[in-house]
């Protein structure tokens, strides 16, 4: 069975770009869930999403968004990007929405400059 | 607010020097909690998932345990292949949208 899938798993970018990311999760799992992860803040929750709905949201700027299509694929985007959004971002899918186990990707690691 | 602290931050240990990592948690209704291995360059990998206080589960060289109020992960007789970061994350029950919340993690070196 296939685990996560993240693409790419390396972009660099400019300040004020917009970047998209893509999460493909393990055959079956409905759930998926995005995660910024830094050296200084560790793994922050973005968002979570469920049947192509939003079902959970973290605390991060608007910039910041995603959507789930019918065959429970992900994409994430962030806009206006700055240096700060430098990290590792991460996709996670499960089952279900709660109580369940999640299965992370290797990650994209993004580089504003 | 919801809070999850692991301690130490870093652990260097000898091979086969048996340890402890903790995880405490503060969280208006646990839903969860669920344990990590992370490798450099790597997402996170499921180790545990423990639902209820006095739970325990094991695997390996390693086992989980919880109470109320914290985890932990003992890791018995370790190899150097048991480096790695681990975290701890857990999941709110306090409402239907509960969200997981992952602690800094432990960075364990175990040297041979």
């Known amino acids: 069975k296939a685990g996560v899938t993240q693409t790419p798993r390396y972009l660099i970018k400019t300040r004020g770009q917009q970047v998209t990311l893509s999460c493909s999760p393990i055959s079956g799992h409905r759930s998926v869930s995005w995660y910024q992860q830094t050296p200084g803040q560790g793994l922050q929750f973005l968002f979570e999403y469920f049947s192509e709905t939003q079902r959970n949201k973290g ?3 608007g910039r910041f968004s995603g959507r789930q299509f019918s065959n429970s694929r992900s994409e994430m985007n962030v806009s206006t990007l700055e240096l700060g959004d430098s990290a590792l971002y991460l996709c996670a899918s ?3 929405l709660v109580g369940n186990i999640q299965y992370f990707g290797a990650g994209t690691r993004l580089s504003v400059l | ?5 692991q301690s130490p931050e870093a652990l260097r240990l000898q091979e086969g020097e ?3 990592l903790n995880c405490s948690y503060t969280v208006s209704g646990l839903r969860g909690l669920f344990w990590y291995r992370q490798d450099p360059g790597k997402g996170p990998e499921f180790l545990f998932t423990l639902y209820s206080a006095g739970e325990e589960k094991e695997k390996e060289r390693l086992k989980a345990t919880l109470t ?3 985890s932990f992960l003992h890791i018995t007789a370790p190899k150097p292949e048991d480096s790695a970061t681990y ?3 857990v999941q ?5 949208a509960s969200k997981i919340i992952f602690g800094s993690g432990t960075r364990l070196s175990i040297r041979p």
């Open chain 2, 87 to 89: 975290l701890c994350a």
């Open chain 2, 1 to 5: 607010e919801d809070q999850v602290t």
């Open chain 2, 18 to 20: 048996s340890s402890s």
């Open chain 2, 92 to 96: 709110d029950g306090g409402s239907s």
């Open chain 1, 94 to 96: 499960s089952l279900d």
């Open chain 1, 59 to 61: 605390n991060f700027p």
């Open chain 2, 68 to 70: 109320k109020k914290e």
